[in-house]
């Protein structure tokens, strides 16, 4: 056997780097496209939960001059001043309505504040204003002579914060800078109804997809695929139709009621739409697909015969499938469990459609924030939350039941 | 299991057929829904309940009107053809560059696969509100929010992980020496892709690109944060319509998307069954 030299290695060393290349140049145009169409703008919500410039960008210079300040008793005059300048060059380019929200945020209360003095130093003169624009500030509103105010503007224009993760976990700042709980306490709760929520559309789901996967899985393959159509077809169907066709159904003048109704079960329409019920109900006939492919693949793959032989040994159908079935069947339920829970905790259309106001979820806060409220910032610290939520249970996922077990129809 | 065995106890039995009710009545509460907004899309009366004439099948209590409705609404018809825009461009980039990337991912060479992979695979886990908002944020340094090349590059984006799926799938089958044999006989890895990778995993390929096109077609959350009112698509307008005024024009709508649904199923099936044969797996 001729024996390798160092020549050899370098050949063979430089073979497999231009194999690797070649592997990678075909992966190099769709990663590309992934880190900008996908990954920066999920950096970019991160980056967003902690960094908001927009009153360092609307008052530098006094911002620069509130640092000096020591945060007891008023700033000095020149500060003042300088914020009065402001304040007419913002309410002239209509910037003031930004900078009322922002200050807002730190200090409730203050939006009007801000909107009134704006308006009234719209119209000021510069140089009467360059003089004595403190006290023609102080004169607009008394709360201009608090400073709690100032502190909230300073607090305000912190370009970096962690402000908007402690509200999303319900606390804040008081005036001396400690973290103490809001008074209104509203995520934590909302995270936790999330939770149940999507606990309860697991348990469903379960509930319901055992039976049908374990019938299937029984019957002879030509049942069995004539019945996979059945799951399949609503699985394929837009989630859009079938949050259709559950508001169609439960209606007060829907087929439900109606049903009812013409059976003498009740005497007037009852509320079936818009409230939680609703949306557990729409969420787990949505969902039940995801459950039910995954335990079909595992229970297929279980022989029959091990269920027949503890059963013909005297052991009773409940124990046979106690202390056989069901773990042989674990990894199937598992793996569909947690992939209903995680699909569930981060749904927002068919909470949003048919959730009503107690029906809905985290998702919808979020959106929420993004489009009614214009808060993006406390929006994307919700957002990382969430994320940070999902990434462990997916972590938890890979490792219990691992990702090659997903299969796709 | 035509026959129960002999040793069956009647408490067997009830057990044999009670799971056959069970079964029945979760498919019956899986279809249930689908299958009444059917003949509702029909209904002559702007109702979602089922009226006396339509339940003693009475002609005149059926209408096509619902449907004659989508055909005469200028939104409806520029909502569809929105889907199909972005759903089929949406798709083809998915496509294109998913393939290429689960050639490469496939490869025993490939360096840092499973964190690539994971990255690629990313979008499919991520919730979507998650990622409507983040793309809202870094679109807008774009000027890509509003536009369909925003929406397209975001479906597409979606879309790609169930290309790699797919695709990745067909690969696992495929038998690498050919590649090495294209490549020894002198031809450039790419056209060793076209002229025999590509025709081998074609269904795949096709498949894939239905997932993707699907994705993009049902999408609304990323539609309702990133679209203007002229990228309305066909969810974006049901999910209006449910908002706002409801009516039977939405049954006649999603009645023709449960139709389309299930051409789409039987087609990928049919798909699935030529690449496994393709393979020799069947």
Known sequence: MPSLNTQDAANARRQLRRRRRQAFLFVVPLLVFILFAFVAPITTMLFRSVYNPTVAELVPETLEMLEDWSGEGLPDEATITRFAVDMKRMANDRTSGRLADEINRALPGMSSVVKSTARGLRRADDAELAANGAEMLLAENERWAKPATWRAIRSAGQVYTSSYYLTAVDLEYDSEGEIIMRDTQIYKQLYTKTLKMALIITGLTMLLGYPLAFYMSQASPATANFLMVFVLLPFWTSLLVRTTAWIALLQAGGVVNSTLLWAGLINQPIELLYNEFSTILAMTHILLPFMVLPLYAVMRGIDASFMRAAISMGSNPIGAWYKIYLPMSLPGLSAGALLVFIISVGYY??????????????????????????????????????????????????????????KLG | MSRLPDYYTIWHKAGHYGLRVMAALVLVFLMMPILVIMPLSFNAEPFFTFTQGMLSLDPDAYSTRWYQEIVDDQKWRIAIRNSFLVGIAAASIATVLGTLAAVGLSSPFMPYKRLITALLLSPMIVPLIIIAAGMFFFYTQFNLVGTFTGLIIAHAALGVPFVIITVTATLSGFDRSLFVAGLSLGASPLKVFWDVVI?????????????AFV??????????????????????????????????????????LVVLSATMLFVLEALRRRSARLRGQE
Request: charged share 10%.
């Open chain 1, 349 to 406: 259309i068919t909470p949003a459609l048919v959730g009503g106001t107690d029906g809905q979820m985290i998702s919808n806060i979020i959106a929420f924030h993004m489009q009614v409220s214009n808060n993006w910032e406390l929006a994307a610290a919700l957002g990382s939350l969430l994320l940070i939520l999902i990434l462990v249970l997916y972590w938890l996922f890979d490792r219990f039941v691992g990702t090659d077990n997903l």
């Open chain 2, 215 to 256: 994705t993009s077609f049902d999408e609304v959350v990323l539609v309702l944060f990133l679209a203007g009112p002229e990228q309305r698509t066909i969810p974006r307008q049901m999910f209006s319509g449910l908002r706002e005024q409801i009516n039977p024009t939405i049954l006649a709508v999603a009645t023709l």
């Open chain 2, 199 to 211: 025709p081998l995993i074609r269904p795949g390929v096709i498949s894939g690109g239905l997932f």
